[in-house]
């Protein structure tokens, strides 16, 4: 039968089917979202239309397709990075008080003082930010200067992808990456078909075909047609959806539809056509790939956004204090400052408002230290220095790749000590997306054992010529039995496995390639060619193999293919005998069902299953049947009937391929490994165990989401596996009930529905769910929507009034609301087949209303909007490119990094920095509060109790060198038992070390401690004052000594781990403490600037006095034994509240690191197929039309009219 060529009848009909009359053209009518008109070679046209955008600007409507990831260019960097840093209260409040020092009557000090440390800030974070945008420049500048070939007149061109227009024809070779979205015109494959690799979008590594029309593959398939083609192109406006397209191609009064089997979207790989061409659609920021990137996102960590709170607070805490010793400056003033006339207060000139409006302002400078820069300077110093350990981490580089762990973002690391949600990609995250054939059982027996009481042997394949060496079989004696003979079971098995299956097969330099519909099913046919049965070939109704080196045909009489429903794929072939069999491969559960009664090897089989299952293997069954001559002539009519009906098609061949797939006769069983990353189980595991739920989005098929769940220890046996309908379930009963998830209704759902016969979903406390993208759709409309777009005034009355605030919240949301809540009650949620945006509406509803710190880790560009989105993006060094990388906040090279990347690094972040805010805010409270005792008895007139010197070095010096290493080196453990006790890390998720109540407690303790170090040292030496002219200055030098050694002891106390720096920070603190003292109040520098060092000899005066060190000795005492006491209560009463690790826990710990066992067993024989070929149909329909069958290369195609590029 010659298949080559179609029939003109057939060809008729594909017409008819695409085409219809279009005299109604001129009076179509453009819906809103299907208004998007492509002129084919007519960039011009798409030029020069605009559409209006805000303010009365317009724009081009097709945009170009250069791309743009970067966050500014030359003239933007400066405005929108002073704007970004601004958002920062501090930063904000620096330049008010600079604005202020500038003011000669209220100022203090002078500006520069401000203003030069405020720039170094601003300038350290500008360069960091350019450094960053600099690598997305060149990112897209790599992008958008790939070439490609565009049609220029009538030859072929080379031409940058930022070139590229709407209406451009462009030409694609093998391998090349599409550079915009096309509507394919034609292939040099049979009948236009062209494969394509999707991995960039869906991150599926299989191939997936796509078709030209009949038209186009007729009339348009050569240079002069490809130049003259004008047809016009109607289709639904640039969007996100990958998985559908609605079009219309008008040409030659004729309308053809176009769907997605017709588009070549940006980011695919051509495969296997050696040309193929199509019109640009969709180009640059309009591309579905580029509508799925989302947009940048400044992020900051809730220990900023709450430090920028608490900084709020402490103005306030400054206003009011201001405002107290201002009104108090007047009312001294007015009744006992116009009593002593040598302050110069005169109650003939005294303006009490004039006056309380300027010492407001000069105690406003004066008190400005409360929020010193040095906070936001050191904490940038901080972040930078804990990103360097991230860096430097051996654990986490990756000697195989040359790839270290990289912080790409330096602000966000104590955010990876608060993570509570993982949202991961599948393939290239966790898994190689490499399928290996591992083991079998055939005839009862099990083969492939690794390990059988001794290491097994590798079976030697070198006698197979066709054997690729990378497959790793540990059982010789299966090769022994093939080469053999002996067993006929064994034959049969590895022959069905080389004919049943839909695999393309093309030889490169002397090379089989197999192209497949999945790995699953390549894997398979590659193992049966490993072991001497190899598929050679096949035709619309042959099929070659070769049998241990012995080639034959068998004739194809029907391919039963696989749909989700069916699970399984069967072949009727005829042998040179004349003999009819039927193969079948499918899942166990629909096998079984389909056996011949007391058919041979079934329990054994079923064993090995199980054993197979424990092993996270994915298992496969196989079986045959003879067919009768008679009998299948009879099902062969019945069938080409069924294949012709225009009604219930699907379901009269559903029912014939049930009636032939019965009494089968088993062979044996497959087991497949899809190989994980390295360690990935055992660091979901302790992930768990930390308190961390993991979300699995993929694009990839559901069975094999789920099986990789299972592999990876992300589900167990021990779970209840929920789909979408029962949680609709769940969800009507909400409605049914009258449930609202809106913000002001704080009724648990489950507390709604606990009495309803149909709860079995919250009933369960260990379950599972398992949703698809066409699911979520229902869920993530309000996520859609940005909330910026609400009115104002409806927010800020939605603030004030409780009915109003119910109506923001629609029905939508609310369901929106009770599907996240319920979701979130899950161990864990595998989200397939869902789009980029979707995995970024998902992060984005449950950070909406759960409120918890997010982490998103992904490889590939389908991953860019996800890591965006997510609170941390983690990007994989992956297969899929380093789009991913480029977009991310951290960079890793294996998922199992991940583990030590939070447990180790992010918890010691989170600690050192928590402990570095409390213990900075308390030093300069400390301080701070001491000014407002001393202002009470010095008249309210501004005079500091410190000496001059000794509030510039207490900034930088004096107490700042403790609260550094803290914030460095400071640790509870070490990394081995961060890693063993998970359970730390959520000390972190419920943020115990930093909030309000801390915040608070600081304050308190401050004010505390001042009130102590002032009022004792004045009481000692109220009486000195006036004797010798030092009471002052020795009532000051001893506040300050008390300052300092108040402050390093505290900090002291909670230093967890001492180091050499450590231990020199505290030493140095003290040194420089007493050399800067006597050096600045030495007679040497007094008499040459007596205004500037105005405490001459004070030092050596009061150092000598013991009355001075029993003073100070008392301040400390009084200071830390409270402190101590605390802690010992805390320590002995509190440790489990407060996350403190006890011996016993340390001891469990490390007794479970030593049972660790190579493969975890499962309490049920519950298996799972690797048979998740397709979400769709197979190849089966190309197979049997003939239209994906290569043609012989006519004469036509070899003359000058084929297209070729000049």
Same mark, same amino acid.
């Given at each position: 039968?010659?298949?080559?060529?179609?029939?003109?009848?057939?060809?008729?009909?594909?017409?008819?089917?695409?085409?219809?009359?279009?005299?109604?053209?001129?009076?179509?009518?453009?819906?809103?979202?299907?208004?998007?008109?492509?002129?084919?070679?007519?960039?011009?046209?798409?030029?020069?239309?605009?559409?209006?955008?805000?303010?009365?600007?317009?724009?081009? /409507?097709?945009?170009?397709?250069?791309?743009?990831?970067?966050?500014?260019?030359?003239?933007?960097?400066?405005?929108?990075?002073?704007?970004?840093?601004?958002?920062?209260?501090?930063?904000?409040?620096?330049?008010?008080?600079?604005?202020?020092?500038?003011?000669?009557?209220?100022?203090?000090?002078?500006?520069?003082?401000?203003?030069?440390?405020?720039?170094?800030?601003?300038?350290?974070?500008?360069?960091?930010?350019?450094?960053?945008?600099?690598?997305?420049?060149?990112?897209?500048?790599?992008?958008?200067?790939?070439?490609?070939?565009?049609?220029?007149?009538?030859?072929?061109?080379?031409?940058?992808?930022?070139?590229?227009?709407?209406?451009?024809?462009?030409?694609?070779?093998?391998?090349?990456?599409?550079?915009?979205?096309?509507?394919?015109?034609?292939?040099?494959?049979?009948?236009?078909?062209?494969?394509?690799?999707?991995?960039?979008?869906?991150?599926?590594?299989?191939?997936?075909?796509?078709?030209?029309?009949?038209?186009?593959?007729? /009339?348009?398939?050569?240079?002069?047609?490809?130049?003259?083609?004008?047809?016009?192109?109607?289709?639904?406006?640039?969007?996100?959806?990958?998985?559908?397209?609605?079009?219309?191609?008008?040409?030659?009064?004729?309308?053809?539809?176009?769907?997605?089997?017709?588009?070549?979207?940006?980011?695919?790989?051509?495969?296997?056509?050696? /040309?193929?061409?199509?019109?640009?659609?969709?180009?640059?920021?309009?591309?579905?790939?580029?509508? #799925?990137?989302?947009?940048?996102?400044?992020?900051?960590?809730?220990?900023?956004?709450?430090?920028?709170?608490?900084?709020?607070?402490?103005?306030?805490?400054?206003?009011?204090?201001?405002?107290?010793?201002?009104?108090?400056?007047?009312?001294?003033?007015?009744?006992?400052?116009?009593?002593?006339?040598?302050?110069?207060?005169?109650?003939?000139?005294?303006?009490?408002?004039?006056?309380?409006?300027?010492?407001?302002?000069?105690?406003?400078?004066?008190?400005?230290?409360?929020?010193?820069?040095?906070?936001?300077?050191?904490?940038?110093?901080?972040?930078?220095?804990?990103?360097?350990?991230?860096?430097?981490?051996?654990?986490?580089?990756?000697?195989?790749?040359?790839?270290?762990?990289?912080?790409?973002?330096?602000?966000?690391?104590?955010?990876?000590?608060?993570?509570?949600?993982?949202?991961?990609?599948?393939?290239?995250?966790?898994?190689?997306?490499?399928?290996?054939?591992?083991?079998?059982?055939?005839?009862?027996?099990?083969?492939?054992?690794?390990?059988?009481?001794?290491?097994?042997?590798?079976?030697?394949?070198?006698?197979?010529?066709?054997?690729?060496?990378?497959?790793?079989?540990?059982?010789?004696?299966?090769?022994?039995?093939?080469?053999?003979?002996?067993?006929?079971?064994?034959?049969?098995?590895?022959?069905?496995?080389?004919?049943?299956?839909?695999?393309?097969?093309?030889?490169?330099?002397?090379?089989?390639?197999?192209?497949?519909?999945?790995?699953?099913?390549?894997?398979?046919?590659?193992?049966?060619?490993?072991?001497?049965?190899?598929?050679?070939?096949?035709?619309?109704?042959?099929?070659?193999?070769? =049998?241990?080196?012995?080639?034959?045909?068998?004739?194809?009489?029907?391919?039963?293919?696989?749909?989700?429903?069916?699970?399984?794929?069967?072949?009727?072939?005829?042998?040179?005998?004349?003999?009819?069999?039927?193969?079948?491969?499918?899942?166990?559960?629909?096998?079984?069902?389909?056996?011949?009664?007391?058919?041979?090897?079934?329990?054994?089989?079923?064993?090995?299953?199980?054993?197979?299952?424990?092993?996270?293997?994915?298992?496969?069954?196989?079986?045959?049947?003879?067919?009768?001559?008679?009998?299948?002539?009879?099902?062969?009519?019945?069938?080409?009937?069924? +294949?012709?009906?225009?009604?219930?098609?699907?379901?009269?061949?559903?029912?014939?391929?049930?009636?032939?797939?019965? #009494?089968?006769?088993?062979?044996?069983?497959?087991?497949?490994?899809?190989?994980?990353?390295?360690?990935?189980?055992?660091?979901?595991?302790?992930?768990?165990?930390?308190?961390? /739920?993991?979300?699995?989005? +993929?694009?990839?098929?559901?069975?094999?989401?789920?099986?990789?769940?299972?592999?990876?220890?992300?589900?167990?046996? =021990?779970?209840?596996?929920?789909?979408?309908?029962?949680?609709?379930?769940?969800?009507?009963?909400?409605?049914? #009930?009258?449930?609202?998830?809106?913000?002001?209704?704080?009724?648990?759902?489950?507390?709604?529905?606990?009495?309803?016969?149909?709860? =079995?979903?919250?009933?369960?406390?260990?379950?599972?769910?398992?949703?698809?993208?066409?699911?979520?759709?229902?869920?993530?409309?309000?996520?859609?929507?940005?909330?910026?777009?609400?009115?104002?005034?409806?927010?800020?009355?939605?603030?004030?009034?409780?009915?109003?605030?119910?109506?923001?919240?629609?029905?939508?949301?609310?369901?929106?609301?009770?599907?996240?809540?319920?979701?979130?009650?899950?161990?864990?949620?595998?989200?397939?087949?869902?789009?980029?945006?979707?995995?970024?509406?998902?992060?984005?509803?449950?950070?909406?209303?759960?409120?918890?710190?997010?982490?998103?880790?992904?490889?590939?560009?389908?991953?860019?909007?996800?890591?965006?989105?997510?609170?941390?993006?983690?990007?994989?060094?992956?297969?899929?490119?380093?789009?991913?990388?480029?977009?991310?906040?951290?960079?890793?090279?294996?998922?199992?990094?991940?583990?030590?990347?939070?447990?180790?690094?992010?918890?010691?972040?989170?600690?050192?920095?928590?402990?570095?805010?409390?213990?900075?805010?308390?030093?300069?409270?400390?301080?701070?509060?001491?000014?407002?005792?001393?202002?009470?008895?010095?008249?309210?007139?501004?005079?500091?109790?410190?000496?001059?010197?000794?509030?510039?070095?207490?900034?930088?010096?004096?107490?700042?060198?403790?609260?550094?290493?803290?914030?460095?080196?400071?640790?509870?453990?070490?990394?081995?038992?961060?890693?063993?006790?998970?359970?730390?890390?959520?000390?972190?998720?419920?943020?115990?070390?930093?909030?309000?109540?801390?915040?608070?407690?600081?304050?308190?303790?401050?004010?505390?401690?001042?009130?102590?170090?002032?009022?004792?040292?004045?009481?000692?030496?109220?009486?000195?004052?006036?004797?010798?002219?030092?009471?002052?200055?020795?009532?000051?030098?001893?506040?300050?000594?008390?300052?300092?050694?108040?402050?390093?002891? =505290?900090?002291?106390?909670?230093?967890?781990?001492?180091?050499?720096?450590?231990?020199?920070?505290?030493?140095?603190?003290?040194?420089?403490?007493?050399?800067?003292?006597?050096?600045?109040?030495?007679?040497?520098?007094?008499?040459?600037?007596?205004?500037?060092?105005?405490?001459?000899?004070?030092?050596?005066?009061?150092?000598?006095?013991?009355?001075?060190?029993?003073?100070?000795?008392?301040?400390?005492?009084?200071?830390?034994?409270?402190?101590?006491?605390?802690?010992?209560?805390?320590?002995?009463?509190?440790?489990?509240?407060?996350?403190?690790?006890?011996?016993?826990?340390?001891?469990?710990?490390?007794?479970?690191?030593?049972?660790?066992?190579?493969?975890?067993?499962?309490?049920?024989?519950?298996?799972?197929?690797?048979?998740?070929?397709?979400?769709?149909?197979?190849?089966?329909?190309?197979?049997?039309?003939?239209?994906?069958?290569?043609?012989?290369?006519?004469?036509?195609?070899?003359?000058?009219?084929?297209?070729?590029?000049?």
């Amino acid at each position: 039968m010659d298949t080559s060529n179609p029939s003109p009848d057939s060809d008729a009909a594909m017409n008819s089917s695409e085409s219809s009359d279009s005299s109604e053209f001129d009076s179509h009518q453009l819906e809103n979202d299907i208004s998007w008109e492509v002129k084919a070679n007519n960039t011009s046209y798409h030029a020069g239309i605009k559409e209006r955008t805000s303010f009365l600007f317009k724009k081009r /409507k097709y945009a170009n397709n250069k791309i743009k990831t970067s966050k500014y260019n030359v003239f933007s960097f400066l405005p929108l990075n002073l704007f970004e840093q601004f958002q920062r209260v501090a930063n904000f409040y620096f330049l008010l008080i600079c604005i202020l020092q500038t003011v000669p009557i209220i100022a203090t000090l002078p500006w520069f003082t401000t203003m030069i440390p405020l720039s170094m800030v601003l300038a350290v974070t500008a360069v960091k930010d350019i450094i960053d945008d600099v690598a997305r420049h060149r990112n897209d500048s790599e992008i958008n200067n790939r070439q490609c070939e565009v049609l220029k007149g009538k030859s072929f061109k080379f031409v940058t992808w930022k070139e590229l227009e709407v209406g451009d024809v462009v030409c694609l070779k093998k391998d090349d990456f599409v550079p915009a979205d096309l509507f394919l015109l034609f292939s040099t494959e049979p009948n236009s078909l062209c494969y394509v690799e999707t991995a960039e979008i869906d991150g599926e590594s299989n191939l997936k075909y796509r078709q030209a029309l009949s038209v186009t593959h007729e /009339k348009v398939n050569n240079l002069d047609q490809l130049a003259k083609f004008d047809g016009r192109i109607i289709c639904e406006n640039p969007n996100c959806d990958l998985h559908s397209f609605i079009g219309t191609l008008y040409w030659q009064n004729q309308e053809y539809s176009i769907d997605n089997e017709k588009i070549l979207l940006r980011g695919c790989r051509i495969r296997n056509a050696e /040309k193929c061409y199509g019109v640009v659609i969709f180009a640059g920021v309009d591309t579905k790939i580029m509508k #799925n990137s989302g947009r940048y996102v400044l992020k900051k960590t809730t220990i900023e956004l709450l430090m920028n709170r608490v900084v709020m607070l402490v103005l306030l805490i400054l206003v009011v204090m201001s405002i107290c010793l201002a009104v108090g400056a007047v009312v001294w003033d007015s009744t006992v400052g116009v009593n002593m006339p040598y302050l110069g207060s005169f109650p003939e000139v005294l303006n009490l408002g004039y006056d309380c409006f300027l010492a407001f302002w000069s105690h406003i400078i004066l008190l400005n230290s409360i929020l010193p820069m040095s906070l936001y300077v050191t904490f940038e110093l901080l972040h930078v220095a804990q990103s360097f350990f991230i860096k430097w981490d051996l654990e986490m580089y990756c000697e195989e790749s040359d790839t270290p762990a990289n912080a790409r973002t330096t602000t966000l690391n104590e955010e990876l000590g608060q993570i509570k949600y993982i949202f991961s990609d599948k393939t290239g995250t966790l898994t190689q997306n490499i399928l290996a054939f591992k083991k079998c059982c055939i005839d009862g027996q099990i083969y492939g054992n690794q390990y059988d009481g001794a290491a097994a042997t590798m079976a030697d394949l070198s006698w197979n010529t066709y054997a690729d060496r990378r497959l790793k079989f540990y059982d010789s004696l299966l090769v022994q039995l093939i080469r053999s003979g002996e067993q006929p079971g064994v034959r049969d098995f590895f022959r069905l496995l080389a004919l049943c299956h839909t695999v393309m097969v093309e030889e490169k330099d002397g090379q089989l390639i197999y192209q497949a519909a999945s790995p699953d099913e390549g894997a398979l046919v590659l193992a049966a060619r490993n072991f001497g049965y190899v598929f050679l070939s096949r035709t619309q109704d042959s099929i070659t193999i070769s =049998e241990l080196g012995m080639q034959k045909t068998y004739t194809v009489l029907a391919i039963l293919d696989f749909t989700s429903s069916r699970k399984r794929m069967s072949i009727i072939l005829k042998d040179s005998e004349g003999k009819i069999k039927l193969f079948s491969k499918g899942a166990d559960t629909v096998i079984y069902e389909r056996l011949q009664l007391s058919c041979p090897h079934m329990e054994s089989t079923q064993i090995a299953l199980d054993q197979f299952a424990t092993e996270t293997l994915r298992t496969l069954c196989l079986a045959y049947k003879d067919i009768e001559e008679n009998n299948f002539q009879d099902w062969s009519q019945r069938h080409q009937k069924a +294949t012709v009906a225009l009604q219930n098609r699907e379901h009269l061949l559903e029912a014939l391929y049930d009636e032939i797939e019965t #009494n089968l006769v088993l062979v044996g069983a497959t087991a497949i490994e899809d190989k994980l990353q390295i360690r990935v189980p055992e660091t979901i595991q302790n992930l768990k165990k930390a308190g961390i /739920k993991i979300w699995v989005l +993929t694009g990839d098929k559901k069975e094999t989401a789920i099986n990789v769940g299972y592999s990876c220890r992300l589900l167990s046996e =021990e779970m209840e596996i929920f789909e979408g309908k029962d949680l609709n379930v769940v969800l009507d009963s909400l409605r049914k #009930n009258g449930h609202r998830c809106s913000e002001d209704n704080t009724d648990d759902v489950s507390d709604t529905i606990k009495n309803n016969e149909e709860s =079995e979903f919250l009933s369960c406390d260990n379950k599972a769910l398992i949703l698809t993208g066409s699911f979520l759709d229902k869920f993530i409309h309000s996520s859609k929507r940005p909330l910026k777009k609400d009115r104002w005034w409806r927010k800020q009355w939605a603030m004030v009034n409780r009915e109003a605030r119910r109506s923001v919240c629609t029905e939508a949301e609310a369901r929106e609301r009770a599907f996240v809540e319920l979701a979130c009650q899950c161990q864990a949620v595998i989200c397939c087949r869902v789009t980029p945006n979707q995995k970024a509406l998902v992060v984005q509803m449950v950070k909406k209303y759960q409120r918890v710190i997010t982490l998103a880790i992904g490889d590939g560009a389908n991953d860019v909007n996800m890591l965006k989105t997510a609170h941390i993006g983690v990007g994989i060094s992956g297969q899929e490119g380093m789009q991913a990388v480029l977009s991310s906040d951290y960079s890793l090279a294996q998922f199992y990094y991940l583990e030590r990347l939070l447990l180790v690094h992010g918890q010691w972040a989170y600690q050192r920095i928590c402990k570095f805010l409390r213990y900075f805010l308390y030093k300069t409270f400390t301080f701070s509060f001491v000014q407002i005792w001393f202002a009470i008895f010095s008249g309210f007139s501004g005079q500091s109790v410190f000496e001059l010197w000794c509030i510039t070095f207490y900034k930088v010096a004096y107490s700042w060198f403790p609260v550094v290493t803290i914030g460095v080196l400071d640790k509870d453990m070490n990394d081995v038992m961060s890693i063993r006790c998970p359970k730390r890390y959520k000390i972190g998720q419920r943020n115990e070390l930093f909030n309000y109540k801390i915040f608070l407690v600081t304050i308190i303790h401050g004010l505390l401690s001042s009130f102590i170090i002032f009022f004792i040292p004045y009481g000692a030496f109220l009486e000195g004052v006036g004797q010798d002219g030092t009471g002052y200055q020795v009532m000051a030098m001893a506040v300050g000594t008390g300052v300092v050694m108040t402050v390093n002891i =505290e900090v002291m106390l909670d230093i967890s781990y001492w180091t050499v720096p450590s231990l020199l920070a505290v030493t140095i603190d003290f040194i420089l403490y007493f050399c800067v003292t006597f050096m600045t109040q030495s007679n040497f520098l007094s008499r040459r600037n007596p205004q500037m060092f105005q405490f001459n000899g004070a030092a050596a005066y009061a150092f000598k006095q013991p009355l001075f060190w029993l003073t100070i000795l008392l301040v400390v005492a009084i200071n830390i034994i409270p402190s101590l006491t605390v802690r010992f209560i805390l320590h002995c009463f509190y440790s489990k509240d407060a996350g403190i690790v006890t011996y016993e826990d340390l001891h469990k710990a490390g007794r479970m690191m030593d049972d660790k066992t190579a493969h975890f067993k499962r309490s049920s024989t519950y298996r799972r197929s690797s048979y998740a070929f397709s979400q769709n149909k197979g190849f089966a329909n190309l197979i049997t039309s003939g239209v994906s069958l290569r043609k012989k290369k006519t004469s036509l195609q070899s003359n000058s009219g084929q297209p070729t590029p000049n």
